[in-house]
């Protein structure tokens, strides 16, 4: 069984993006990223620790709120929730829980009571990932939901540590409750909605996907199999047999992430071959090629063809 834990790219995408846009510049390490698609699967840590490096080298005491401000939009589109005055808040606040639940890791649980719909995140200590996670709910509650001042009144929120464990965030803070042992916000519900409204759904990433995302979290160039071993924590053994258990290789997989980084790279430069290769570190087109070649199984030229037919 694998244990890593994992989210989509989108949010540590949406961080490199706005960091770009303020001409912050991000270690290399990040910059991969930008080539993956927003459902990809990651490792849950990436974005805790983008913010902390972040946090440690920005003069912008607020960075966080800054951020969030200029990406909502892609927040909603992303979850394909309707978040319109149409639905009531408690609806929208049930779908956004069920919704992170189903396609990440961050266990958060739903509970409902006759008159509330509540979205709880437990938290035994302090800990970075504790504290990005508590401001990103916290400011998606507040700017996703679209819950305005009249509406406050029926909103409660209880965060687990003391408001300085937040930092200077706290400044954009309200209707908040510190020190209340776990993460949770109950909405009210309204006349729309049922007496029951809480549906049961399951975590259902398979072994294989939380694999892939620890491949995607690698910096293409260093992935291999002890590298993909060591992030998820195991042996390069363990890891072989636990992909031969899934009918597939590890081999395979690298490859196919290696693949998927170079056509990214490709589609983005408008299929100019040149600029790819030394995008993708190669000094020369003719090592670039034979590795296109090995990865994605045709030259780049009859690649970059190949496509040109496919348009027209």
């Known amino acids: 069984m694998i244990k890593y834990k994992c989210r989509p790219a989108i949010h540590t995408k949406m961080v490199c993006e706005y960091c770009e846009l303020i001409n912050f510049e991000l270690p290399d390490e990040y910059s991969h990223f930008q080539y993956l698609s927003d459902e990809d699967l990651i490792g849950f840590y990436t974005i805790t620790n983008l913010f902390n490096f972040i946090e440690q080298n920005t003069s ?126 109950f909405v009210k519900k309204d006349h729309r909605d049922g007496i029951k409204m809480l549906p049961y759904n399951e975590n259902s990433i398979s072994n294989i996907e939380r694999i892939n995302a620890a491949a995607k979290t690698i910096p293409p160039a260093e992935l291999s199999l002890v590298s993909l071993a060591n992030r998820l924590g195991i042996s390069a053994r363990s890891l072989q047999r636990e992909v031969k ?33 030394y995008e993708c570190g190669f000094k020369n087109l003719s090592t670039f090629s034979r590795h296109f070649k090995s990865t994605i199984g045709s030259s780049p030229t009859d690649y970059v063809e190949s496509l040109k037919l496919k348009s027209i």
């Open 60 to 185: 912008n005491h607020i960075f966080f709120f800054d951020f969030v401000k200029n990406f909502i939009q892609r927040i909603e589109s992303f979850t394909k929730i309707d978040f319109s005055s149409n639905v009531s808040n408690a609806s929208k606040l049930l779908a956004f829980t069920q919704f992170y639940n189903q396609i990440s890791d961050v266990n958060w649980h739903s509970i409902e009571t006759d008159d509330s719909v509540g979205l709880v995140s437990k938290r035994a200590k302090k800990s970075l990932a504790a504290k990005y996670g508590d401001l990103f709910i916290y400011a998606s509650v507040m700017h996703v939901l679209k819950l305005e001042n009249e509406d406050k009144s029926s909103l409660i929120i209880e965060l687990p540590f003391s408001s300085g464990f937040y930092g200077s965030n706290v400044e954009l803070m309200a209707n908040v409750k510190f020190n209340c042992e776990n993460l949770s916000v």
């Open 245 to 277: 258990a899934e009918g597939c290789c590890v081999k395979g997989i690298i490859k196919k992430v290696r693949a998927n980084y170079i056509i990214s790279i490709l589609s983005k430069n408008d299929l100019n071959v040149k600029v790819t290769a």
